[in-house]
Structures are given as structure tokens and as C-alpha cells.
């Protein structure tokens, strides 16, 4: 017993001496010092060295910590003194016993290969992350040393060469991601020793040959991404063992043959991704067993015969793309009641069936698309039902009846496609709530009627397309509105008047044609603001006049098409017009210019004109000696022809007015204002006053009394004819119409349109009526008036000229 007791005391000692050094801070530094760590901090900076020298390079924190100098010499840089620990460098993790156990270079922006990276003195290291990178060339084969590692990340860098198959050595790897490089020759069937693996991308990169038949070994895949690469051959029916698969890729290769009916046992999967390869036969019933199914992408192939009656049998289905195939038959009545359908694609197949029963109401669908398929019947009425609805495609089907006006309650549409169909009537009331719609296609119909005013408040719409319908009457100002619009398609249609100056203010404008109309009328020289414009369409009109000159600034323009028109005068020169074939020109019998053989040249055309002038000079030469016995008795008669219009200057002078008798119109307005009493005086201007005249009809109409009178001369009375001439041809709908006018030796007055409300001057002068007239009101009556303005002076014919 004293014998124990003396070896416990002796024993005390010991111990203590053990926690003294255990506590010490010695101690904690110890493992720092180990030569394993100073072997990878040696070998990290070695790879550094060989990298690329770059900013993201100098921001790698990896240095020898007595010097502090990331700049220091080769010595120092690749051979750190002694008790130097990467542990705390950037990106690097270490284990308890100090030896790196992690490194995580992600998106540090290195440059340079892996060949100096020595994967020997690593031997702890379990997670490397070298992922969005600029790393290069291939992976060497030493990789195979780092036996621990379990995630490896090598993604998105620009590694070339073949996959080496000493991965498979691999043996821990729970994650693998090699995607995004440039990895060319087969799969290596290494990767099937990988059984521990759960995540293997090798998605985006130059792989071919067939996919192995052993990686179906890796039965605690999760997720396999093998897409868009050059794969080839069939699915192995192998990938039916993985059935702990939640995400398969196969997509964007050059796959074939039928989906396995092995895939029945995939009972876990919810994504499957097969797009864009070469599979063909039907698609298998047996993917009706996959109720976790929430998106399938089979689109792009060749499948052909019917879809799966059952296909959302699982009721979680949010995805479903099957366009671009050969499929036929009806829409399985289980999509109808699949409420959970967010993205649908069925397009550019042979389906069948009555497009308003075999659909339902999605409360989260956002996007549908059963274009260029054999459905028939009317729009329903329930896709205004689909709250999230942001784009719905019915276009080249068969469907008849008219658009149901509910469309309009849609108003989150971005996209609505109705185009080539047989859809008639009118565009219903309510297009102008979809204020988000951005493109909007009913071209190939029978629509008819006006183009609605309401599509002015379409003002995110970038793309019109309403060609080929039955729309009549002009083509609505308010389309100027649509700023954002790069495509504009008005064409075979019934549509007549003249072009919109309007459409001068579509400068994002980059493709118009209003081909196939019945417009009339010159070419407005402000459509020369488009200068984005490259494709111009107005062949098949009554456009009459020259092209303006102005056309000359647009070079962007490339293809222009004016035949069969009634244009005249020189081309603008530019190369759209320079190099057009002439097919785009003819029909137009007075253009010229240097364009292949079919126009005359313009100097020529105007020597023709000069030759006819010369001509006819010539000849009055000739005529006037015989002429000149009869000027004395000429001058002798018009002046006493003067002489009468003077005297009837005094007399009553009078002009229609309203189709009316000028006499008896006068007598009524002097009756109807008790000889302009100034109580039916609504305004006074500089030139006259203006008086409201209730005529017998019950028309009401404002007449204008002008201060001047005659002065009995007949050069006056010439140039008030004119100017009242060109006035009463007017005809713009900023412009108040002219009814006509009456002279008389006591009174001289116009007779206008009248309008309510009084002048813009009165209205703003009173401070309710101003407070209406907000600022956008007051902005689009200064654009109105501009427009006017241009009117005026630019597609009046001659010019109007405001003093």
C-alpha cells in the first residue's frame, strides 16, 4: 500500500510538468511547425510562382510572414523559412494537426496551369475549389495522389485534353464538377469506379463517343449533368439503377433511339432534361411513374405518336416542353387539370383537338405556347382566369370566332400571339389595359374595322405585327405614341388617307412596311427621324410626289421597297436606294437616277425639259411679228376687263359657304349676329374679331370679321382668293377647318369650324381650367401645335408661311 502511494506521488510530477507544457504556447504553435505544413506552404508558393502575373495573383495573401513582401525575391517566394504555415493564407484551411485540408480558389481570377502544382504534397487534402477560374491545359495525372479528396470543383476555366482516367482513382470523390472547359474524347469509364460519388457535371464541353454503361455503379447519384457535348449513340438503359436521381441532364447532344424504359424506376427524379438531341418513337407511359416529376424537357427531337394520357399524374408538374417534334393526337386531359403548370410548350407539333375544352385555368402559369399545331375552335374565355399569364402563344392553328374581349383583363400579358388563324370582327374593346404587352402579333386573320386609338396606350410595345387582315380607314396618329417600336407591319390591308407624320417620332423604329394599302399622298420628310430605320416597305399604294430629300441621312437603311406607286423625281442617294433592284422601283413612271438600267438619268430628264422650253420659244419668236398687229387691241381689252372687276369690287362680292348661296349666307350671319353686335363676340385677335353664329340648319360655326376692307384694287383681290384657296385645303386635325368666306364693300369675314371651349389664352388665364390642363396636356398641345406647324411647312403645296 505505501509502496502505491509513493509511485502515485512520485506520478504527480509528471503530470504536471505535462499540462505546463500542453498550456504553453509552445505547444500551440507546434503543429505550425511540422515540416508537412512547411512542405505545402513550399509547394503553394512554387504554383504561384508559375501562375501568371496579375493583380488577382498579388491579392493571393501567400508569403514567407517574416518578410511581408509578396514581391520578394524567387528565394523567398518559393522557399519559406522554416515554422512557416499556410493556414492562415488565402483560401487555405487546415485540419487540427495543421496540415491543409481545403483549399477554395473560386472566382480569384488566376491565370496559368496546373502542372506546377504538386498534388504529392497534399496528402490531407480533402476539398479543392479551383472553379471560375482562367486556368488552362490539362489535368495531369498526378491528381490521382490526393486520396482523401471528396469535392473537387474544376469548373469553368478553360482546361482542354481528355478527362485522365486516374480520377478513377479517386475513391472518397463525393462531388465532381468538371463543366464549362473544353474536355474533348470519351468519358472515361474510370468514372464509374466513383461510388461514393452524389454530383457529377461534365456539362459544356467537347465530349464524345457513348455514355459508359457503368455509370449506372453510381448508385448514390443525386445529380447528373452530362449535356451539351457531342455524345452520342443511346441512353443506357444502366441510368435506370440510379434511383436516388433527383437531376438528369442529357440535353443538347446527339443522342438517339427511345428514352429506356428504365427510367420508370427513377422515382426520385424530378428534373429531366433530354432537349435537343436526335430521340425518336413515343414517349414512354412509363414516365407517368415519375410523380415528383416537376419539369420535363423533351422538345427538340423526334418523337412522334401521342403524349402520356397521365403525364401530370404526380400533380406537381410546373415544366412541360415538348415542341419541335411530331407528336399527334389530343392534349391528355390530365394538363387540363394540372394546376401547378407554370411554363407549357407544346408548339410545332401535329396535336389536335378544340383548343377552348382542353384547356383549364392555371393559377400559375406565366407562359403557354400551342403555336403551329391543328387545334381549332374559339379562344376561351378563361385564359383572362391565369392571374400570372405573361405570354400566350395560339398562333397557326385553326381557330375561328372573334378575340373575346376578356383578353383585355389579362393585363399582365407581355407577349399575346394569335397570328395566322382565321379570326374575324373587330379588335374588341380593352387592349388598351394591357399596358405591359410588348409584342403583339394578329397578322394572317380577317380582322376588320379601324385600327383602335386605344393601342396608343400600348407604350411598351416594341413589336406590331397586323398585316394581312381587313382593317380599313387611316392608320391612327396616336401609333406615333409607341416610342419603344422596332417593328411595325401593317401591310395587305385596306388601309387608305395619307402616312401619319406621326410615325416621324418611331426613331427606335427599325423595320416598317405599309405595303399592299390604298394609302395616298406624299411621303412625309419627317419620316427621315427614323434613323434606325433598315427596312423600308411602301410598294402597292397611291403615294404620289418626290421622296424628300431628307432620306439622305438615312444610312442605316438597307432595304427599301416604293414600287408601284406614283412617285416621281430623283432618288435620294444613298445606297438603300442606289443599289435597289428594280423590281422595288418600277410602277413609278417619274423617278430618276443611275440605278441599273431602268431610270433615266436626272441631268438627261432635265435636258428633255429644256429642250421643249427652247422649242417653245422659238416658235413664239416666229409667231410674234404676226402677233404683234393684235397686242395694241389685247392690252386694250383686258384693261377695260380690269375696269369691271374694279366696279364689281364696290358691288357685292360673294362665295360658297356650307354648299350654300354666298349672297343668301351673308344676309344670313349679318341677320343671326344683328350686324356683328358685339354680343355674339367670343374674341378679339389683331386681325379681326370672331363672333358664334347660329345658322337656320343648326349648325353652329365661328366667323371671323376682319378689320381690313377692300381697297378696290385687283391685285388685292387676287391675293385674298389665293391665300383663302390654299387655306380651305387644309386639312389636319390640329388645324380648324375653313368653311369659306364672304366679301363685301362693308364686310370681310371667314367662316371656320367652331369649337367649345374658347382659346388656349382664356383657358389659361383662369385658374380652374388652367388646373386641369396639366403638364402632359400642355406638352401634347405644344407637339400638336408643332405638328401642325411642319404641316404646313413642309407637305403643303406651296408652303404656308405663318407671319
Known amino acids: 500500500m505505501a ?39 513550399k509547394a503553394l508558393l512554387k504554383w504561384k510562382a508559375s501562375l501568371f502575373l496579375n493583380q488577382a495573383l498579388n491579392n493571393l495573401t501567400w508569403y514567407d510572414p517574416p518578410t511581408h513582401n509578396i514581391n520578394a525575391t524567387n528565394s523567398s517566394t518559393t522557399n519559406p523559412k522554416p515554422g512557416t504555415s499556410p493556414c492562415t493564407w488565402t483560401g487555405v484551411s487546415c485540419n487540427a494537426a495543421g496540415s491543409v485540408s481545403k483549399l477554395t480558389l473560386s472566382t480569384c481570377g488566376i491565370q496559368g496551369t496546373l502542372h506546377e502544382f504538386s498534388f504529392l504534397s497534399f496528402p490531407n487534402l480533402e476539398y479543392l475549389n479551383l472553379s471560375l477560374n482562367k486556368l488552362f491545359d490539362v489535368i495531369p495525372p498526378q491528381i490521382s495522389y490526393l486520396s482523401k479528396l471528396h469535392h473537387l470543383d ?41 461510388k461514393s460519388l452524389v454530383y457529377l457535371a461534365l456539362s459544356y464541353n467537347n465530349l464524345s463517343g457513348l455514355i459508359p454503361p457503368n455509370i449506372g455503379n453510381l448508385i448514390k447519384l443525386n445529380t447528373l449533368y452530362l449535356n451539351n457535348n457531342h455524345l452520342s449513340g443511346l441512353i443506357p438503359k444502366e441510368i435506370g439503377n440510379l434511383k436516388s436521381l433527383v437531376k438528369l441532364g442529357l440535353n443538347s447532344n446527339q443522342l438517339h433511339d427511345s428514352i429506356p424504359a428504365s427510367f420508370a424506376n427513377l422515382s426520385n427524379l424530378e428534373i429531366l432534361h433530354l432537349r435537343d438531341n436526335q430521340l425518336s418513337g413515343s414517349i414512354p407511359q412509363e414516365l407517368e411513374n415519375l410523380k415528383n416529376l416537376t419539369k420535363l424537357y423533351l422538345d427538340t427531337n423526334q418523337f412522334s405518336g401521342y403524349l402520356p394520357p397521365n403525364i401530370c399524374q404526380g400533380g406537381k408538374l410546373t415544366n412541360f416542353s415538348v415542341f419541335r417534334n411530331y407528336l399527334t393526337g ?58 400570372k399569364l405573361t405570354a400566350l402563344r395560339l398562333a397557326g392553328n385553326n381557330l375561328t370566332g372573334s378575340i373575346p374581349p376578356e383578353i383585355g383583363n389579362a393585363t399582365l400579358l ?36 379601324r385600327i383602335p386609338s386605344e393601342f396608343g396606350s400600348l407604350t411598351n410595345l416594341d413589336y406590331l405585327d397586323l398585316s394581312t387582315n381587313k382593317f380599313s380607314d387611316s392608320i391612327p396618329s396616336i401609333l406615333g405614341d409607341l416610342l419603344k417600336l422596332y417593328h411595325l407591319n401593317l401591310s395587305n390591308n385596306k388601309l387608305s388617307q395619307a402616312i401619319p407624320l406621326q410615325l416621324g417620332e418611331l426613331v427606335q423604329l427599325n423595320e416598317l412596311d405599309l405595303s399592299h394599302n390604298s394609302l395616298e399622298g406624299s411621303i412625309p420628310s419627317v419620316m427621315s427621324n427614323m434613323e434606325s430605320l433598315v427596312t423600308l416597305n411602301l410598294s402597292h399604294n397611291n403615294l ?226 388652367a388646373k386641369d390642363l396639366g403638364w402632359s396636356k400642355r406638352v401634347n398641345i405644344v407637339k400638336g401645335l408643332a405638328h401642325a406647324l411642319s404641316y404646313m411647312h413642309h407637305d403643303c403645296l406651296p408652303p404656308i408661311i405663318r407671319h
Not at 507544457?21 to 511540422?34: D, K, L, M, R
Request: net charge neutral.
Open 414 to 449: 407581355h407577349e399575346l400571339d394569335l397570328s395566322s388563324n382565321h379570326l374575324v370582327g373587330l379588335i374588341p374593346m380593352g387592349f388598351g389595359r394591357l399596358t405591359s404587352l410588348e409584342r403583339l402579333m394578329l397578322n394572317g386573320n380577317q380582322l376588320s374595322g
Open 154 to 194: 474544376l469548373s469553368q476555366n478553360q482546361f482542354s485534353g481528355k478527362i485522365p482516367p486516374e480520377i478513377g482513382f479517386l475513391r472518397n470523390l463525393r462531388f465532381l464538377s468538371l463543366s464549362d472547359n473544353t474536355f474533348f474524347g470519351n468519358i472515361p469509364n474510370e468514372i464509374g469506379n466513383l
Open 544 to 769: 404620289l410626289g418626290s421622296i424628300p430629300s431628307s432620306f439622305e441621312k438615312m444610312h442605316g437603311l438597307s432595304y427599301v421597297d416604293i414600287s408601284y406607286n406614283h412617285l416621281k423625281g430623283p432618288l435620294p442617294n444613298i445606297n438603300a436606294f442606289r443599289e435597289a433592284p428594280s423590281e422595288r422601283l418600277k410602277g413609278n413612271k417619274g423617278l430618276c437616277g443611275k440605278v441599273g438600267a431602268m431610270l433615266p438619268p436626272c441631268n438627261a430628264h432635265g435636258s428633255k425639259k429644256d429642250h421643249k422650253v427652247i422649242f417653245s420659244v422659238l416658235a413664239v419668236l416666229v409667231l410674234l411679228f404676226a402677233l404683234f398687229t393684235i397686242v395694241f387691241a389685247i392690252v386694250q381689252i383686258k384693261k377695260k376687263h380690269q375696269d369691271t372687276k374694279q366696279n364689281h369690287m364696290h358691288g357685292e362680292i360673294s362665295f360658297s359657304v356650307l354648299n350654300f348661296d354666298g349672297k343668301s349666307m351673308y344676309d344670313e350671319i349679318i341677320r343671326a349676329t344683328e350686324d356683328f353686335d358685339s354680343t355674339y363676340c367670343i374674341g378679339k385677335g389683331g386681325h379681326g374679331s370672331v363672333y358664334r353664329v347660329n345658322l337656320s340648319s343648326g349648325d353652329v360655326v365661328a366667323v371671323k370679321k376682319l378689320h381690313l376692307l377692300w381697297d378696290g384694287g385687283i391685285e388685292f383681290q387676287t391675293e385674298f382668293f389665293n391665300e383663302v384657296r390654299a387655306l380651305s385645303e387644309i386639312r389636319h386635325r390640329n388645324i380648324l377647318k375653313l368653311y369659306g368666306f364672304c366679301a363685301h364693300k362693308r364686310h370681310l369675314f371667314l367662316v371656320y369650324e367652331y369649337l367649345e371651349r374658347g382659346s388656349l389664352a382664356e383657358m389659361l388665364s383662369k385658374d380652374e381650367e
Open 330 to 387: 389530343p392534349i391528355p386531359k390530365s394538363l387540363k387539370n394540372c394546376t401547378s403548370l407554370f411554363r407549357v410548350r407544346l408548339d410545332q407539333n401535329q396535336l389536335t383537338g378544340n383548343i377552348s375544352e382542353d384547356f383549364g385555368i392555371y393559377p400559375n402559369l406565366d407562359f403557354i405556347d400551342v403555336s403551329h399545331n391543328n387545334l381549332y375552335g374559339e379562344i376561351s374565355h378563361n385564359w383572362q382566369k391565369c392571374p
Open 3 to 41: 509502496s502505491l502511494t509513493s509511485a502515485k506521488l512520485c506520478f504527480l510530477p509528471y503530470c504536471l510538468v505535462i499540462l505546463l507544457y500542453v498550456s504553453s504556447p509552445n505547444w500551440v504553435a507546434f503543429p505550425y511547425a511540422t515540416s508537412t505544413s512547411h512542405t505545402e506552404a
